[in-house]
């Protein structure tokens, strides 16, 4: 019996590639359609690609006459303790608000803990959000939510990427960028020192390309930038090779894979995109030079702090003054704020110091260089801690309110949104979703992400974002 199988429409055929399609109108050309009406049908497809993206450019705006153009993403592996930070509850039981006190910040009326005394000197440039809440009380499963918006379809830590995750908002700026015409020499999206993970067993999914491909895969350093050692190698030619002689042996290697003898599949695709990232940032070697520190006077890089919370922060800079679009900063490694045991010592000791110290570092050298008001800056983490302190001193997981704290980009800051109850337990006032910080980011960035979708691994089409932007921080 002669089966047959219908020709992809227009809109099918502009998620596709060109080659790719060219590769699958093959398999089941024959006796359906002639080659000029395959042709046909390619070229409707780039058209319809090219219009769709003039119309998803058409719908971008610039709110308060100001757009973002890059973000920063502090993440906080682990999950900072809300009350301890920033929205302390001094009039809570002892076993509620802990040995910590609030202290005055430049803005009237808002308080900040007393560990954070430089961030208190520059509340007047961060809007924090202390309504923030979800339900998932695993690492994993909370910083996908925290990072992707959605719920995973489990609540769980012992997860890992694979290619039908949905995207991080991350991905998604760094896709958008590169739908929009990004050409930079350096990668549109990092992510330093290391990725999210509750363990560098278990990786958080969704950071990666996922279902978007691996051609949206972040640039990830893998590497301490604090270390004496630190360099990110393979981003420059070597001495015996010219820029003619690469270009010469990609041509040679193109014309090889275009000669009939190579089978196109999934695993050569992701190889050709990953082979044809690399060669944008080896060629020019403007990537070699945003990631090397050793361009930065000692004066600076002490001001960051010699840690690699620090040296990240600073790498951060370079790459957002280089080009880049969505730069994640861990501060880690792995789950370094879970702070089950032992949490005000810890905090006091080892935590708060150099995050402070790097986040202080980076707002003031964005705003010195001119840059602030063009790069968001965020800060979160996977979740809260339990107002309840543990009969350990710890803090346990809790995702049913936490903080968010935002900067520079059109952010208006000195300023609070949201509250949460007398325990800092839930929001009592403006509940906000991850989903909604996602769609404020997008529109800082001029995107209306209500209107922009892309495809699952299964074919569905997946809103960016299905949050409210937060009017009150733009």
């Not at 802990?98 to 000197?121: D, K």
């Not at 980076?362 to 260089?369: E, H, P």
């Not at 995107?447 to 495809?455: G, I, K, N, P, V």
Request: aromatic content about 6%.
């Amino acid at each position: 019996m002669l089966r047959t199988q219908s020709l992809p429409n227009a809109d099918q055929l502009a998620s596709l590639s060109r080659r790719k399609f060219l590769i699958d109108a093959g398999m089941f050309s024959s006796g359906i359609a002639s080659i000029n009406a395959l042709l046909s049908l390619a070229a409707r497809a780039e058209n319809l690609v090219e219009q769709k993206s003039a119309a998803a450019n058409s719908l971008r705006r610039q709110p308060n006459g100001k757009t973002a153009k890059s973000v920063i993403l502090i993440f906080n592996c682990g999950a900072p303790s809300h009350t301890d930070l920033w929205d302390m509850k001094p009039d809570a039981p002892i076993g509620i608000r802990g040995e910590l006190s609030p202290i005055a910040t430049n803005v009237s009326g808002i308080q900040i803990s007393e560990l954070m005394p430089r961030l208190a000197t520059r509340m007047d440039k961060l809007a924090i959000v202390r309504s923030v809440y979800h339900n998932h009380t695993s690492h994993n499963s909370g910083m996908h939510w925290s990072i992707v918006g959605k719920p995973y379809r489990i609540n769980s830590t012992l997860i890992n990427p694979s290619r039908t995750d949905l995207p991080s908002f991350g991905t998604l700026v760094g896709w958008l960028a590169q739908r929009d015409g990004f050409s930079g020499h350096v990668p549109p999206y990092v992510i330093t020192p290391f990725p999210h993970c509750d363990s560098f067993q278990y990786i958080t999914p969704g950071q990666f390309g996922g279902c978007l491909g691996v051609a949206y895969d972040p640039f990830v350093v893998n590497a301490d930038p604090n270390a004496t050692d630190f360099q990110v190698t393979g981003l420059r030619l070597s001495a015996s090779t010219t820029k003619v002689r690469m270009e010469d042996r990609q041509s040679l290697l193109q014309s090889m894979e275009t000669s009939g003898t190579r089978i196109a599949t999934d695993v050569t695709e992701d190889i050709d995109a990953q082979r044809a990232k690399a060669m944008r940032l080896v060629v020019s070697g403007k990537a070699s030079d945003a990631f090397d520190l050793s361009r930065e006077p000692d004066q600076v890089r002490e001001r960051y702090g010699r840690h690699s919370w620090g040296q990240s922060h600073l790498l951060a800079r370079r790459l957002i003054e280089a080009g880049s679009r969505f730069v994640t900063t861990v501060n880690g490694p792995s789950i370094t704020w879970d702070t089950h045991l032992d949490n005000f010592p810890r905090l006091k000791n080892k935590l708060v110091p150099p995050m402070e110290q790097a986040f202080a570092a980076l707002l003031d050298d964005l705003s010195d260089r001119g840059l602030l008001d063009e790069t968001l800056v965020i800060w979160m983490g996977d979740f809260g801690r339990t107002p309840i302190i543990n009969k350990d001193g710890g803090r346990d997981h809790w995702p049913q309110c936490y903080s968010v704290v935002l900067a520079g980009g059109g952010v208006r800051g000195g300023q609070v949104v949201g509250e949460s109850d007398a325990t800092g337990a839930y929001p009592r006032l403006r509940p906000v979703t991850p989903a909604d910080i996602h769609a404020t980011v997008f529109s800082a960035l001029g995107y209306d992400a209500s209107r922009l979708t892309y495809l699952t691994a299964d074919g569905r089409p997946m809103p960016v974002c299905d949050g409210m932007p937060i009017h009150e921080l733009l």
